[in-house]
């Protein structure tokens, strides 16, 4: 019958593999949307409110700007952040909004913490601030904490007055040089955060790892396989006693003149467990 072997029909052409570039970018955008749209277990608090601490030149003013570079897809200098870390550069309470304040969340910047009884924030005033007494603009003094009476003291805050999250900034490449004095400054606000209403969820926001590994630096998709990464956040994890998976990397905005999807990536990744962390909390407490 002529022909007995028909020719196989080609196989049709594998699906074209998605660059990385377009993969941090769909992964970036669905990250932006979930949290824009993201919609508060308890709509009556109106916001969350997250406070950054840690040491003096740690980058918890660049942490606020690489989240706001983040959603606004251009490099933002809403928190003032100084080229030397000498000194604390932020010296009063302000509350930012992020994303032109259409996000369901807030940070608060409050003054580094640093060495001597004369020097940065008093752990008095951060506890105040954990407990929502300390009203915007507030300018922090390192030798006196506000007390009840004060223009500034608020007596009666609102939920949406309180800290919902605490994130501990902690520099990568500097943990090992960070004092006893200021770790047990940090251990000291975390045991009272603990301590207040149903314990206050606590986080740690580990900047400058670019500095701490050159393989980072040269790659910020290193980070998945660094073990340099891995000994910074378990050191830190334990000198401040917080568990590995609370332990967040990333790499904040500094010199960049562009967004980079990676950086954003970290940023919106470590901002999406604090979000969630901060919902959670507020729903327990109207659940008592």
Do not use: W
Not at 22 to 28: D, I, L, R, S, V
Not at 42 to 62: C, H, T, W
Not at 231 to 249: A, D, F, H, T, W
């Amino acid at each position: 019958m002529g022909g007995s072997h028909s020719k196989r029909s080609p196989s049709p052409p594998a699906p074209p593999t998605p660059s990385p570039c377009k993969n941090f970018f769909y992964t970036c955008k669905k990250k932006k949307i979930i949290l824009r749209e993201f919609c508060l277990t308890e709509q009556d608090v109106g916001q969350l409110r997250i406070v950054l601490f840690g040491p003096v030149g740690a980058g918890k003013s660049s942490f606020i700007n690489s989240v706001n570079n983040a959603f606004l897809g251009r490099v933002t200098s809403k928190a003032l952040v100084a080229s030397g870390a000498g000194t604390s550069f932020t010296t009063t309470y302000k509350t930012h909004k992020i994303g032109h304040g259409r996000l369901p969340f807030v940070f608060n910047d409050v003054m580094g913490l640093e060495e001597g009884g004369s020097a940065g924030i008093l752990n008095e005033d951060l506890i105040s601030g954990l407990e929502g007494h300390i009203k915007e603009n507030y300018k922090f003094n390192p030798i006196s904490p506000l007390s009840n009476g004060n223009s500034y003291y608020n007596p009666s805050p609102a939920m949406g007055d309180k800290v919902h999250c605490v994130v501990n900034v902690i520099p990568a490449d500097k943990i090992s040089m960070v004092t006893d004095e200021v770790i047990n400054k940090l251990r000291s606000v975390r045991n009272k955060a603990s301590d207040l209403g149903n314990r206050i969820p606590q986080v740690v926001v580990m900047t400058m790892i670019d500095k701490a590994c050159p393989e980072v630096d040269r790659d910020l998709q290193n980070i998945y396989r660094s073990k340099k990464i891995k000994q910074k956040m378990q050191e830190c994890s334990y000198r401040l006693g917080v568990p590995m998976n609370c332990i967040l990397p990333v790499k904040n905005y500094h010199e960049e003149i562009s967004v980079d999807m990676k950086m954003d990536l970290l940023i919106l990744s470590a901002l999406t467990q604090i979000v969630h962390f901060a919902d959670d909390y507020v729903a327990s407490l109207y659940e008592r």
